[in-house]
């Protein structure tokens, strides 16, 4: 079965530093994988996804994604985090029939 | 283009009062449509989802059901809500092996 671990569940950076969210999944296949946002009491919006080919993805808001196969990781980084980037992050796996989420990691940005 | 429509925005129930959330797509035909619940500081957890009419798979047990009368219609149920139905519902569409997921805007569910 399908799962998506996301081991960080709050993180909390400062305005303008590096930013990496992990992501870690289990599927027997060849993984379709997503990175969507929340902001509080809103919907989810795609950062990104990885389905085949260059295994380094470009999202939008200056999101970047890199999957690696041996790692079973699909880790989000941004180079310099803006405060509007407060929000939650899940990361995704789509089987057969099914788009399975983590349990999502909630980012504080300090200004 | 595809629009999800999903209502109402929140709702307020009474303990043991039923419930009926609807979410509609439009846009498309044929699509997968499935229904999540976020509860307070956790995840997106996968209720049900459905890949045609009349076809509903469940994927926990719980104190809810969803029906898909059409197409581009799928309802989300319960005949007497428990305090722990609360939480955020999502309605999602994808359609094609190849495709992300649409999202609705939730509704917000609060038993009391």
């Known amino acids: 079965a399908q799962s998506v671990t996301q081991p960080d569940i709050h993180i909390t950076v400062s305005e303008g530093a590096s930013l990496e969210l992990r992501c870690n999944y289990s599927y027997g296949a060849t993984p379709y994988l997503f990175w969507y946002v929340q902001s509080p009491g809103q919907g989810l919006q795609l950062l990104l996804k990885y389905f085949s080919g260059d295994t380094l993805v470009q999202g939008i808001k200056g999101f970047e994604a890199e999957f690696k196969r041996s790692q079973s990781s699909f880790n989000l980084r941004k180079p310099s985090v803006h405060w509007s980037d407060a929000a939650e992050y899940f990361c995704a796996v789509r089987g057969y029939n099914k788009l399975i989420f983590g349990a999502g990691t909630r980012l504080a940005v300090h200004p | 283009s595809q629009t999800i429509h999903q209502w109402p925005a929140t709702l307020v129930q009474p303990v043991g009062s039923p419930l009926s959330l609807e979410c509609t797509v439009e846009g498309t035909s044929n699509p997968n449509l499935y229904w999540y619940r976020q509860a307070a500081g956790r995840g997106l957890q996968l209720l049900f989802y459905s890949v045609g009419i009349g076809q509903i798979s469940s994927e926990v047990p719980q104190n809810l059901s969803a029906s898909r009368p059409q197409d581009r219609q799928f309802i989300l149920s319960s005949k007497k809500l428990l305090l722990s139905d609360s939480g955020f519902y999502l309605c999602?569409?994808?359609?094609?092996?190849?495709?992300?997921?649409?999202f609705g805007q939730g509704t917000r569910l609060t038993v009391v």
């Open positions: 999602a569409w994808f359609r094609g092996f190849d495709t992300e997921a649409f």
